[in-house]
């Protein structure tokens, strides 16, 4: 089983994604001394189904933080594919989001992102205020291809069913091939074409976010259609693909991960927690069951958020290793609410 360490030299870690219980598409790699950290942003989603984030929810995003905040101090480049909020650290990060403010500056620290000219509105600011606090540390670039150390971007390409947004794809010559490509949903052919011909050995994507869908059928299956026929075609070129992100804001986005994992011979296709040996843990699909199970005020956070959330990490952790402890199931859905019902009892 491939995992996080993928040859002897070089470190590839999924930091951030919906799997990981937290919402985005963040990983870190490492080769021969250099360290890039690509799309370090934390986000959940403000609202869903009327509710606020859960504590338990708040304290994965902490957590997640807290390991952003410690690769920062070391990365030698940042890659923001994109400036939205779940990808980028942000000059007025709500509670649960990561702020630009709460990482340590460092003047070595080179970061790539999209040109200023191909941004609007409040992305545009974002990365306007990132540019502010990096001043002269911060390169930008528009279209095509942008090569600077080991890594590679391309672009841009349109951000999957959201064609307001244009997103990047990065390249990193790690010793094998990483490529991240970043908010396309498997959706966009003309980057398969592209990635069909770079054949990178590992890829990290995201899926259609089918969650936005679940009252039509029939875009869900159009949707899914598209994204299958996209992921065997990189399946052709990469031994793994990590696939996570939209897709797995509902539980029928991870059925279908595991259905198009069985169709592989030759290629691992995962989450970003099984690509890191750990069990899937959507807490962003299960937020009603948290609130149902762990009651608590939909503004706790306007409250006693500091404090709620050292009440709930614990509980957080008793819930984590009790997903990690479990062999098989059939059901992931089931599985966490079955250790949710536990974990309440004590």
């Known amino acids: 089983m491939i995992n996080c360490w993928v040859d002897?030299?070089?470190?590839?870690?999924?930091?951030?994604?919906?799997?990981?219980?937290?919402?985005g598409l963040s990983c870190f790699i490492e080769h021969r001394g250099e360290k890039v950290l690509i799309d370090p942003g934390v986000a959940l989603g403000y609202t869903r189904w009327g509710l606020h984030p859960h504590p338990i929810q708040a304290v994965a995003g902490d957590e997640v933080r807290k390991k952003i905040r410690d690769l920062w101090k070391i990365t030698d480049y940042v890659v923001f594919s994109h400036m939205h909020g779940d990808h980028v650290p942000l000059y007025n990060a709500n509670p649960f989001?990561?702020?630009?403010?709460?990482?340590?500056?460092?003047?070595?620290?080179?970061?790539?992102?999209?040109?200023?000219?191909?941004?609007?509105g409040k992305e545009k600011t974002r990365l306007e205020k990132i540019i502010n606090v990096y001043d002269g540390r911060v390169l930008t670039f528009e279209h095509g291809c942008f090569e600077t150390g080991p890594i590679s971007?391309?672009?841009?390409?349109?951000?999957?069913?959201?064609?307001?947004?244009?997103?990047?794809?990065s390249l990193i010559d790690a010793g094998e091939k990483?490529?991240?490509?970043?908010?396309?949903?498997?959706?966009?052919?003309?980057?398969?074409?592209l990635v069909l011909q770079l054949k990178p050995d590992i890829i990290i994507t995201d899926g259609p976010p089918i969650y936005r869908f679940l009252n039509n059928r029939f875009i869900v299956r159009a949707l899914l259609r598209k994204a299958?026929?996209?992921?065997?075609?990189?399946?052709?070129?990469?031994?793994t693909i990590v696939v996570d992100h939209h897709v797995n804001r509902?539980?029928?986005?991870?059925?279908?991960?595991?259905?198009?994992?069985?169709?592989?011979?030759?290629?691992r296709v995962v989450t970003g927690a099984e690509f890191m040996d750990k069990k899937p843990l959507f807490l962003e699909s299960l937020r009603r069951a948290l609130y149902r199970y762990y009651p608590v005020d939909n503004l706790w956070f306007e409250k006693r958020y500091g404090e709620i959330l050292e009440e709930y990490r614990p509980i957080y952790h008793k819930i984590v290793n009790a997903v990690n402890s479990c062999k098989t199931?059939?059901?992931l859905e089931e599985l966490i609410e079955n250790i949710l019902r536990r974990t309440t009892r004590g």
């Open 250 to 267: 509902c539980c029928e986005g991870y059925q279908w991960i595991r259905a198009m994992s069985r169709k592989q011979q030759n290629t």
């Open 8 to 23: 002897v030299t070089v470190n590839l870690q999924i930091i951030v994604s919906e799997s990981l219980g937290v919402r």
């Open 153 to 169: 971007i391309y672009g841009p390409y349109p951000h999957g069913t959201c064609s307001r947004t244009l997103t990047y794809a």
């Open 97 to 120: 989001q990561l702020s630009i403010h709460h990482l340590e500056y460092r003047d070595n620290l080179l970061i790539i992102a999209p040109s200023i000219s191909t941004l609007k």
């Open 228 to 239: 299958s026929r996209n992921l065997l075609k990189l399946s052709k070129v990469a031994h």
């Open 329 to 331: 199931f059939s059901s």
């Open 178 to 193: 990483v490529m991240h490509l970043s908010d396309t949903e498997l959706l966009c052919d003309k980057l398969v074409e």
